[in-house]
């Protein structure tokens, strides 16, 4: 299926579509899985699509996950399919896995007669910062087969990092949490000459964004890493004249579940007190990104073991660390057992150490990762409803 595989991935690169709605998107996907007798629906909230694969004998269900959305990126890698759609680009490599959910689907419909029990596959929208997989959640994608499923997969390829057709995974932690801080220091402008008789809020809002730094540091494990990165800081129009405002947004990346329910109140009052003791006020807005991606232990060897049998013995890596990345996969492996995978898709002759990485507008994917991607899919889905 290789060639076909990779055309399909090479139609859905000239069409990215970023959002909840790719309408596109989802009719190729609608056209790529006719024929193979799946039950097949799509989102009403959102443009997904949802198709069951059932075995020729009964038993549980398993997820297997592709996103489909692209980002607002314009694209420079020069490929002969490249995006048709000025702005946007499948910069992170979701036509790889779209595709490859596809081929996952081809493999496992030919081998219904050994399967006992079903297979949801979830084409999801809106990764990209969107949530959409919280939307198919509560549309009930992992109640689609009838009952929950008990385990669920998904695989995202890299451009970089890893060596081509190479698995990593790890068990716990396999993404951060991301989480989005916003602060409004409200103060009282006046000359800049006479500073005592204004109320300054750009000194207090620098005093904060040094006090965040603290709080990670002293408040938290160091081995638990938390990461707060001030991106933006805005205030005043001119040199000489103390603004009455002062705004500071910033990222906020945690490693646990337990550091993400606790990051929140630390900061929130961080910044708070301190403007308060200035005589100032802060107003804080704490958003919630995407929690923390956790793997399942037993999910991890399954997919160590599955990818040394179906692709080699030189086919899987254990990851050191972490990505400091988040992926909304962790609202699903919030509500069932199962394991994010990375696959390196660095193209063939480039150093994986320095090809450019995902998101980036030179980031290219190679095809050969495709069969990979279909042939673990499967393999995980085929051996954990063998277990029963």
Known sequence: MAAELAALRHDLHRIPEQGLEVPMTQARVLAALEGLGLEVTTGTAVGSVVAVLRGARPGPAVLLRGDMDALPVTEETGEPFTSEHTGFMHACGHDLHVAGLVGAARLLAARREELAGSVVL??????EGFHGARYMIDEGVLDAAGERVVAAYAIHVASSNTPLRV????????????DQLYV????????GSMPHLAADPVTVAAEIVLALQTVVTRQFDAHDPVVVSVGRVAAGTTDNVIPETAQLDATVRTFSREHHEAIPDRLVRVAENIAAAHGLTAEVTYERGYPVTVNDPAEVDRAERVTRAVVGPDAYETAKQPVSGAEDFAYVLQEVP????????TPAGEDPATAPYNHSPQARFDDAALPVAAAVLAGLALDRLAEG
């Open 122 to 127: 979830m084409f999801q929208p809106g990764e």
């Open 167 to 178: 698995v990593t995974g790890r068990a716990g932690t396999a993404m951060a949490a991301s």
């Open 184 to 191: 409004t220091v409200r103060g009282r402008g006046g000359h």
């Open 338 to 345: 199962g394991a994010f995978l990375f696959l390196g898709a």
